[in-house]
């Protein structure tokens, strides 16, 4: 996954759309810069606390539960889902 194609860029992209490192906030900016990183889990820690902190549409979910699943965190793929659905009722 460590094209810019990724699903955790797409998700990214989405929860972050036309935001630049130096004028976003902290958050933002650790999200931008870590993706690139090839530390997956601390990716989706803080695509989870941005997605906690505002709310996002349901395609951020769905990425981020196709990502879960291409590096095989099944229980995160499952909760990801789980707001998916959750962001869809909404």
């Known amino acids: 996954m460590a094209s810019r194609e990724s699903p955790l860029h797409e ?4 929860c972050l759309p036309g935001i630049h490192p130096e004028e976003s906030t902290v958050s ?3 999200v931008l810069e870590c993706l690139g990183d ?3 889990e601390t990716d989706f ?5 941005l997605g906690d902190a505002r709310p996002q549409p349901p395609e951020f979910w769905g990425l981020l539960a196709r990502a879960a699943r291409l590096v095989w965190l099944r ?4 909760w990801y889902e789980w ?4 962001a869809v009722r909404s």
């Open 11 to 14: 998700a990214a992209r989405l």
């Open 28 to 30: 933002d900016a650790q």
């Open 38 to 40: 090839e530390d997956w």
């Open 45 to 49: 820690v803080l695509l989870e606390e």
């Open 75 to 78: 229980e995160d793929a499952d």
């Open 83 to 86: 707001r998916h659905s959750q």
